[in-house]
């Protein structure tokens, strides 16, 4: 099984160079044709196993049930490229992931969001189905042809679309798609606040409950009623109240830096919501206050958090140099799933196995998203057969085009 090994790391080490923002781009541009070519068979986001490491044929696909955040990033990532470029490619790929998180909701036939779906005379739908089974899978119909869907959906997932809901609301210029927008918000958060928020699937069985995370309860809350506030801005407002509680639930999550890393990214889109929809009250305060000690915490190792604290904070030209650096760095990474094992090579730390400071960008362990995956992770991966999507590229280098990086 192929691995990186020591000397890679020192190799990676010293890589210099720079990217112009016309480099940049284009280096975008190509993940993006990429993506469009192999990650959307049926209109959400999946990732692509191909039959051999050195083969391009497809042989099926994985990851689908996290196939709803990352459409939900997808069409964030494109909302910000559509506000930067004001291109027609741009905004056909805001619409294309605004039919498929669309189809996500309607396929469920309860407006409940599906974590993924696809048609069920596709090739993969037998392979997809029995990789998410302990998921539930289930059956609907979506213009008039039957799909499978996968269930027990997670809060993650709704966070994921609600982000990129938003973006697309206020990037996009177009009555009729925010229009859209605002019908889907509203079917799925009045769902939710029906079911007491806890996802519940057909069968009576139960997806994530929402009841512990008041900050996520929030988030979907302000960007409901900014979306519709005649409809949710009195709901917004009772359920303001556990405001306080929301930061110190974010603020909690740093004091583990390390396990359930996924975390950190939910609180960095939450966090972006809430800042940039809150006034400037006693909530601002708070969810600042919130914002710098997840940003002390992790800002330091990812740039997609890094661009967040520009978008929420301001500017600050270390931080924001060392982002562009940290994007470049990843353009050097391989996009398959090739297995990492740096043990033994770098100093570790604690009582499991972790490196005692952040790896490199370029050699950091496989995964769909890398800004979710923690970056003192020694080993992982497989024998490079899955293919990423490049959406840990295209959204924080179109998000901080968007807010003036270069």
């Known amino acids: 099984m192929p ?50 490491p050195d083969s391009d044929k497809i042989a099926g696909y994985t990851r689908a049930g996290d196939s709803a955040i990352w459409t939900g990033h997808y069409l964030a990532a494109e909302s910000f490229r559509f506000g930067v470029q004001r291109s027609q490619d741009a905004l056909r790929s805001v619409h294309q992931a605004l039919q498929g998180i669309q189809d996500l909701v309607d396929v469920t036939g309860s407006d409940v969001l599906a974590r993924a779906l696809i048609p069920e005379t596709s090739p993969f739908a037998q392979g997809i189905a029995k990789e998410e089974a302990h998921n539930g899978i289930y059956h609907g119909r979506i213009r008039g042809q039957p799909f499978l869907w996968v269930g027990r959906t997670s809060r993650d997932q709704y966070l994921g679309v609600f982000f990129g809901l938003a973006a697309a609301y206020d990037l996009v210029d177009d009555a009729e798609m925010r229009a859209g927008i605002r019908k889907l ?10 079911d007491g928020w806890v996802v519940r699937m057909p069968d009576g069985s139960r997806g994530s409950l929402f009841l512990g995370r008041p900050d996520h309860r929030l988030t979907i809350l302000q960007i409901a009623q900014h979306i519709d506030s005649k409809r949710f801005t009195e709901r917004f407002e009772k359920q303001a109240r556990w405001a306080p509680l929301a930061a110190l639930t974010i603020a909690a999550d740093t004091l583990d830096r390390h396990r359930s890393y996924f975390k950190f990214n939910l609180d960095h889109i939450d966090l972006y919501s809430l800042l940039r929809l809150e006034g400037s009250g006693s909530r601002n305060r708070m969810y600042r206050w919130a914002f710098g000690m997840l940003d002390r915490a992790t800002g330091a190792d990812n740039p997609f958090f890094m661009v967040v604290a520009r978008a929420v904070m301001g500017p600050n030209s270390e931080r924001d140099q060392r982002a562009m650096e940290m994007l470049e760095e990843w353009l050097k990474r391989p996009r398959r799933d090739f297995a990492v094992d740096l043990r033994g090579s770098v100093p570790e730390c604690g009582s499991v196995r972790q490196a005692c400071r952040p790896l490199p960008i370029a050699v950091r362990v496989p995964t769909d998203f890398l800004w979710q995956r923690s970056p003192y992770q020694l080993y992982g991966g497989a024998v490079g057969r899955v293919e990423s999507s490049g959406i ?13 990086l270069e």
């Not at 990217?19 to 993506?35: D, F, H, K, N, V």
């Not at 918000?185 to 029906?194: F, P, Q, S």
């Not at 840990?392 to 003036?404: E, S």
């Open 3 to 52: 691995k990186i090994n020591q000397c890679a790391v020192l190799g990676l080490l010293f890589l210099t160079g720079s990217l112009s923002g016309e480099a940049g781009e284009r280096e975008a541009l190509a993940i993006e044709a990429a993506l469009e070519a192999r990650h959307i068979p049926s209109g959400t986001i999946l990732d692509p196993v191909f039959e051999a």
């Open 392 to 404: 840990d590229y295209l959204l924080p280098y179109w998000m901080g085009r968007f807010y003036g």
């Open 185 to 194: 918000v509203r079917r799925m958060t009045e769902k939710l606040i029906a």
